[in-house]
């Protein structure tokens, strides 16, 4: 191929398998890389021996997802060849959207694009959709803009058109649909008449202008004669395309990726896609990274032991370097409060006992965080949110407790600032300068200003301004009788702030709605500890001055998502209940519940020496005093037994369900009594194990209380089989006597309501 020569020390570094992926350098390749194999270091290694060979650095494309593994990977290819006195600084590293943008600014005439297009972000794109929607005539509080945006952002990531979604609509005969149809039609105008393309279409467009041009694809493809794609089971439809057409007459093309760690489906990710390119390039060389060199042994047949369950893979058997190592830990919790104390003490002692040790606490939405940001926050134990902003950090949240201020101190001109046209009320940047210009001038308060009518009286934003002092003056009349937890509520209800946040969610953003139900949960837990909401008040506003990030830092707590390509000596995965992980958004498709598995291999696999699992068998629900039984996730029942023990202090091991009652005279406190005639009554075990019906039972749970409630309280949580539907969880209860129905929780059917005495169940 070329006159020069790759260095031996450049290989020595590398293993066997990774070896045979760097030097596999002629047609197609497809690289299976579990996790912790050195994935990415393959493709860095693959271009420097590229260079080392005599391929020009131009030649040679790599792509990645983001710009700063873009940037890490280029660095790291200059590093390998520093020594070797090679230059390669004219390779291609960039991410998809990165590249098309290129492609286009070069060939943009071919699709009627200036050179100089305009690139909208997020906010453009909003703005553009709100001028859609005026030009419509359709509401913004019907069609939220940013909902909007999210489901155009979602169809051209599945390549549906305005007129497939039109017609989409027409068959299911949704008119709100067709009208977001519409707003898709106006919405591309808008932007073809400004010549702007947003962020799905640098990758259409750059599909579309390599597809309908064979000149402009002849070039490109020539021009790179090596291709390289990391992370290949993220890319969607438009990435796998491009990647084809840019594949061209050389075919040598090199995608690295991992099946099990597709979990990206909710922005066009296409599981399968390593698969599929087997399929696109018959001849491909599969080549398995299997030498696992960040996880012990247990971790990575335990994570394999839960991934296997999902279908259509390739399959691999990851070979730990690091030994067999200790069992993985569950801990199951009584509710959320004792999970993230037992967690938060269990990295007290590991951030002891080694102070270098880094650790993660890992969960499926960002909600979760705010109980154990407290707990490490009480003990002293610096740590740092990542992927996101602190609990109390968080826009919504602000806005919630800016709220709550604003009832106790109208004076408050930061708060009321905040909240004044927060959800929107019409309340513009001119009315608001007039409001600040007359408090400057009188020197009273923005809250005083708003209540002299006659300042503008006749104005447009006349009624906004005289329906939020109203609405402010009402909560305030109210706070005084209601419990923090049910204030905020009140808040979050009468401002119409909640259902505001949950139109505005969108298929990227949906934690911010449960972030404001959590703010509740938060507010019921306090009040159970003796604080008031003085004390609330105060602890965000200290939290908020959050820690800057820093390296040294020894515990993180993210979201699974975030967690994605990083790795920490100990890992926390906690709330591992049905509804949580999975998430409730996933029960529709077995496609959806085969991604939330993924997520929890991810999870599984960022351990190196310890991982710990943990679940509360009652969590609070929003809205509600009460706690409620939950259900243990799946994927708990999927590890093998051997690989899992149970840590000091659970209640229950994995694939069981030890229910609790609690008791209100014992303590202000959550504690639990382990009473197990007093949590199953009516029901006693035969000899064959299956669960009769006790007439004296239910009698004596008669007698005690009111009716019977205790003896429906203690139901709840009881873990059932059904002749049809399965294992169960009953969740609730209703009725008395002969008519008392149950309500079970299937894992495989979801919620069902049940005549008790037709049900025929069995204690599981």
Not at 211 to 222: F, I, P
Not at 286 to 303: F, H, V
Request: net charge negative.
């Amino acid at each position: 191929m070329s006159k020069f020569s790759p260095s031996e020390s450049l290989l020595s570094g590398l293993n066997e398998r990774q070896r045979e992926a760097v030097v596999a350098t002629d047609g197609p390749v497809l690289v299976l890389a579990g996790a912790g194999t050195g994935k990415t270091r393959v493709i860095t290694y693959r271009v420097a021996y590229l260079i080392e060979l005599g391929v020009p650095a131009g030649a040679i494309l790599a792509v990645t997802f983001t710009n700063k593994a873009a940037g890490v990977m280029k660095e790291r290819i200059q590093d390998l060849l520093r020594s070797a006195g090679r230059d390669a600084s004219d390779v291609w590293v960039s991410t998809f959207h990165s590249f098309c943008a290129r492609l286009l600014r070069r060939e943009a005439r071919h699709l009627g694009l200036p050179r100089d297009f305009a690139i909208y972000d997020d906010d453009d794109q909003t703005s553009a959709v709100k001028r859609a929607l005026a030009q419509l005539d359709l509401s913004t509080e019907d069609y939220p803009p940013r909902s909007v945006r999210a489901q155009i952002s979602h169809a051209k990531n599945h390549g549906i058109t305005p007129d497939e979604m039109e017609a989409q609509a027409a068959q299911s005969h949704d008119e709100g649909r067709k009208d977001v149809a519409k707003v898709f039609r106006a919405y591309n105008d808008i932007l073809r008449n400004a010549a702007a393309v947003d962020f799905d279409d640098l990758l259409l467009k750059g599909v579309e202008l390599l597809r309908k041009h064979a000149d402009v694809r002849a070039a490109w493809s020539d021009r790179f004669h090596y291709l390289m794609v990391d992370e290949f089971q993220d890319t969607n439809a438009a990435q796998e395309e491009l990647v084809r057409l840019l594949a061209g007459k050389h075919r040598n093309v090199c995608v690295v990726g991992d099946e099990d760690q597709s979990i990206y489906g909710w922005r066009g990710a296409r599981a399968g896609n390593l698969k599929r390119f087997t399929l696109d390039f018959p001849d491909a060389k599969l080549i398995r990274l299997e030498e696992n060199y960040r996880s012990t042994q247990t971790i990575l047949d335990a994570a394999a032991a839960v991934v296997k369950n999902n279908s259509d893979r390739l399959g691999k058997n990851l070979q730990a370097t690091l030994g067999s190592g200790d069992k993985l830990q569950f801990y199951e919790a009584t509710d959320s409060m004792a999970e993230a104390e037992f967690v938060s003490g269990e990295i007290a002692s590991a951030v002891r006992n080694d102070s270098d040790a880094r650790v993660a606490v890992l969960y499926r939405t960002g909600a979760q965080s705010r109980s154990f940001e407290e707990n490490l926050r009480r003990l002293g134990i610096r740590h740092r949110v990542v992927g996101g902003f602190s609990f109390y950090e968080r826009a919504e949240v602000r806005n919630a407790l800016a709220y709550v201020r604003l009832l106790f101190h109208p004076e408050d001109d930061v708060a009321l600032l905040r909240v004044l046209n927060v959800p929107p009320r019409g309340i513009g940047a001119a009315t608001i300068a007039m409001l600040e210009t007359r408090a400057r001038e009188t020197g009273q308060s923005l809250w005083q200003v708003i209540g002299d009518r006659d300042l503008y009286a006749g104005k447009k934003a006349a009624g906004a301004l005289n329906y939020f002092r109203q609405l402010i003056g009402d909560l305030q009349q109210e706070r005084d009788n209601l419990s923090p937890a049910q204030l905020i509520e009140r808040v979050l209800q009468q401002t119409g702030y909640l259902d505001w946040v949950e139109q505005q969610d969108n298929l990227e953003h949906t934690s911010r709605a449960e972030n404001l139900r959590e703010l509740s949960n938060a507010m019921s837990e306090a009040a159970q500890q003796g604080q008031t909401l003085e004390d609330v008040l105060d602890n965000a506003a200290l939290t908020a001055d959050s820690d800057e990030y820093d390296e040294t830092i020894p515990v993180s707590l993210m979201t699974l998502h975030s967690a994605k390509g990083l790795e920490f000596d100990a890992v926390f995965l906690a709330g591992l209940e049905e509804g949580i992980l999975p998430h409730s958004r996933s029960f529709n498709t077995n496609a959806e519940i085969e991604e939330e598995r993924r997520l929890f291999y991810v999870g599984m696999t960022r351990a190196k020496k310890s991982l710990v699992l943990s679940r509360a068998v009652y969590r609070r629900s929003y809205g509600e005093d009460r706690l409620r039984a939950s259900i243990q996730s799946r994927f708990l029942a999927e590890i093998p037994a051997n690989l899992i023990e149970v840590a000091a202090g659970s209640q229950a091991e994995p694939g069981q369900t030890r229910r609790y009652e609690y008791d209100p005279e014992f303590s202000q406190e959550y504690r639990y009594r382990r009473s197990p005639q007093a949590a199953y009554p009516g029901y006693q075990r035969s000899a064959r194990g299956s669960a009769s019906h006790s007439s004296s039972a239910r009698s004596a749970g008669e007698k005690r209380g009111s009716g019977n409630s205790n003896a429906r309280d203690a139901l709840v949580g009881m873990r059932v089989r059904h002749t049809k539907f399965g294992l169960g969880t009953i969740i609730e209860v209703e009725g008395e006597g002969e008519d008392r129905r149950l309500t079970v929780s299937f894992q495989d059917y979801g919620p069902k309501k049940l005549l008790e005495r037709y049900a025929n169940l069995q204690i599981a």
